[in-house]
């Protein structure tokens, strides 16, 4: 399902006030720097920035806050038993980014098993997978036969990232030319560098689905 903001809430639009990063953080670090400096760019964890309410150009779906960029659209991905939002769907022309938030444990890394998870459920509906390291760490690189709408086969590759932060991982999918040609000034790599994550501070199991809502400000597309 698409959203797109009230025009009332359009037309009351201001200049955005920038994120503040953390203490310590070198906002500049981008590249293969290691584990510790994965995040030094983004994604966020709702501590390390000031979120200023009402800026028009971030949408704040509970779990997670996105900021709009010019070009992209946000869909929302909702299980059709439970009502429920499952994933969000930021989409432009060249690609889009699937975003699904999980709890994670105070330590240790959920990721390698996840992984495997992914990668096993892929090889099963026929598949491949390759894993690399990537700008996050490991990443597996997808590669799914698929029927277009007109009826012809085709291939849908994707790349999948784990992405840990204080007691949360959030997974990341991308879809289109980011799959294909990684570009860390890309509309699409730059939305998911300015993703942030509200984990909250109530109980979840390890790999619990963290819970996204629809704000009032997002009607139907």
């Known amino acids: 399902m698409k959203f797109r903001r009230n025009k009332a809430e359009e037309a009351d639009s201001v200049e955005a006030a920038p994120h503040v990063a953390a203490p310590g953080r070198d906002a500049a670090a981008v590249g293969d720097a290691g584990v510790e400096n994965q995040r030094a760019a983004g994604p966020w964890d709702v501590s390390e920035v000031e979120l200023v309410e009402g800026r028009p150009d971030q949408v704040d779906l509970g779990s997670l806050v996105l900021t709009m960029h010019e070009g992209l659209d946000l869909q929302l991905q909702v299980d059709e038993r439970s009502g429920q939002v499952v994933a969000a769907l930021l989409a432009g022309k060249e690609g889009a980014v699937e975003l699904r938030v999980f709890a994670a444990p105070r330590h240790g890394d959920i990721w390698d098993d996840v992984r495997k998870d992914i990668a096993a459920e892929v090889t099963r509906r026929g598949g491949t997978v390759t894993e690399v390291v990537g700008r996050w760490g490991p ?3 997808v590669l799914m036969q698929v ?18 932060g204080p007691r949360w991982l959030l997974r990341a999918t991308f879809f289109g030319a980011p799959a294909l040609e990684p570009d860390d000034n890309g509309p699409v790599e730059l939305a998911l560098r300015d993703v942030i994550v509200r984990r909250g501070t109530g109980p979840h199991a390890p790999g619990e689905a963290l819970p996204l809502t629809v704000p009032a400000g997002l009607t139907p597309q």
């Open 139 to 141: 990443e597996i690189r």
């Open 147 to 164: 029927t277009t709408p007109d009826g012809r086969s085709g291939t849908q590759p994707s790349r999948v990232f784990g992405i840990a």
